[in-house]
């Protein structure tokens, strides 16, 4: 199959690498933030197909090209379309709206239009590159009006979207003036996976009461004949391919070197998060200040490593939060810290997977606090960096991931209390409890992952039979 036409295409708004220029001209491509690319990526690398996305750089169009072993095929953004689609539509209405409202959304029918244009963007390099019957699997909040304007297009393709973040109760979801137009948009896929059967559930009654569809269980009935599916499907990691990468002696030496930097500490606390407002940076950070403050832990015996990895930094709520960051970090570490030991390592940074895996192997107990969040895909690296059963995992109720990860100490983290209760278990919990408790995480993270995530989704993608008898070509 020549690259031109794909049997198998991925859409997201990012593509897998960013491309960015070093402040001497060089040019450098960086893999791209968050949990998408990480669970996508050892997906991409199996399939042989095209991955179509935004190369992170506005104004500029791109050629598409080959980088470890996947196909790129960019979508340009210019500047307006940045601060429209992509700071505006995206991460200032859907992103807050998605997750509880914790942050207000704001509401600018520019911001709509310019969503509208670059999803049809994207909608129509895929029409024009997909082969024949291909599969074509788009990707996140971002794009959710590209299934309805591909089928359009391209009838003949077989159409799959997934969600990475939650999908909001229908009440805060009403809120959207553009709520109908977005259901409808999804719609346009054979199947709509989620994070969370709720959220799934949330989808189709939405469906039936704004829309006006027939659904039964997981199914809608169109009236033109098809059916979509709406189904949660929890997405995971490459988990082998963290627990060998964690093994190698250089991922070993600097783990040794990075507990040698912060003077040998009996426990080593770890928090790593896109630094956003649905994390619950604040509340982790205030209870680990006030378990110092209180003497429930020695500073001589703890310390905490918190990185922050830069996002969205031209979004408002995001350049509060940094500067909040910031200043509490350094109220903390004045209050609570003294000469040569400072309590809490904070570093806003991006750090390749290396680096990342012996941060957790240097780590005996992981803070993870978000507020909301779609999975948490952190979780599920530090548990595959722990194949000697050590370590003790704190996680939200919040977190999708919590569904999957019940062994965790799971917490409330708008409950500081609590919090400071459960991360205290986690420091001085027995070696026998930990490893008991990672046992079970380990078998659940290790079984659960990636590949079967995405064979779960593709097969049920491609099972969904196509009204008009039409034959779809198999993914390889
Ligand atoms: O999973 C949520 C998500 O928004 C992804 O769609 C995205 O790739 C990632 O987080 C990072 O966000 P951004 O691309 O806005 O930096």
């Keep these: 199959m020549p690259r031109e036409q794909p049997d198998f295409v991925v859409i997201a708004n990012r593509l897998p690498v960013d491309r960015v220029t070093s402040p001497d001209g ?3 491509w960086r893999t791209s933030p968050g949990g998408l690319v990480t669970a996508l990526e050892p997906v991409m690398r199996r399939h042989d197909g095209a991955w179509i996305g935004w190369h992170g750089a506005a104004d500029e169009k791109l050629r598409p090209f080959d980088h ?18 992509y700071e505006g539509f995206s991460n200032a209405t859907l992103w807050p709206l998605y997750h509880d409202v914790i942050a207000a959304p704001e509401y600018h029918r520019e911001w709509w239009d310019a969503y509208v244009r670059v999803n049809r963007r994207f909608a129509k390099k895929a029409a024009q590159i997909a082969a024949e019957g291909a599969t074509v699997w788009v990707q996140d909040y971002q794009l959710q009006l590209v299934p309805q304007m591909l089928r359009a297009l391209r009838p003949d393709l077989r159409i799959g979207f997934f969600l990475h973040i939650p999908f909001p109760p229908t009440e805060l979801y009403q809120q959207l003036p553009w709520r109908r137009e977005i259901l409808e948009g999804l719609l346009g896929a054979d199947l709509v996976g989620f994070q969370a059967p709720g959220a799934a ?33 929890p997405i995971s990691i490459d988990a082998e391919g963290f627990e060998t990468l964690s093994r190698t002696p250089e991922v070993q030496a600097r783990a040794a070197e990075i507990r040698e930097s912060l003077g040998n500490p009996e426990t080593v606390l770890l928090g790593i998060d896109r630094l956003d407002y649905t994390k619950g940076l604040p509340q982790r950070l205030r209870a680990f200040g006030e378990l110092v403050a209180d003497g429930l832990v020695q500073l001589d015996d703890v310390k905490f490593i918190q990185i922050a990895t830069p996002s969205r930094e031209r979004v408002n709520s995001y350049k509060l939060l940094r500067d909040n960051i910031n200043q509490l970090v350094g109220r903390i570490n004045g209050d609570i810290g003294r000469i040569g030991q400072q309590p809490i390592q904070y570093l806003h940074a991006s750090y390749p997977r290396e680096e990342m895996a012996a941060m957790y192997r240097a780590a005996d107990v992981m803070v993870v606090t978000p507020l909301r969040d779609g999975m948490n895909l952190v979780a599920k690296e530090y548990i595959a960096t722990r194949w000697d059963n050590r370590g003790a995992l704190v996680l939200s109720e919040f977190a999708g991931a919590a569904a999957e990860l019940k062994q965790a100490y799971l917490v409330n983290p708008h409950d500081i209390n609590g919090l400071k209760q459960k991360m205290l278990e986690a420091i001085n919990a027995s070696g026998r409890e930990t490893s008991r408790r990672m046992k079970a995480l380990r078998k659940q993270v290790m079984e659960n992952d990636i590949d079967r995530w995405a064979n779960d989704f593709l097969t049920e993608l491609n099972a969904q039979r196509d009204p008009h008898g039409k034959t779809t070509r198999p993914i390889s």
Excluded: C, S, W
């Design 68 to 85: 470890a072993g996947m196909h790129l095929v960019p979508i340009p953004l210019t500047e307006d379309d940045v601060q429209e689609y």
């Design 26 to 28: 060089e040019v450098l």
């Design 201 to 233: 559930q949330n989808f189709i009654r939405l469906v039936r009461q704004r829309v006006g569809h027939k659904t039964h269980r997981d199914t809608v009935y169109l009236p033109d004949g098809r059916t979509v599916l709406a189904k949660a499907y």
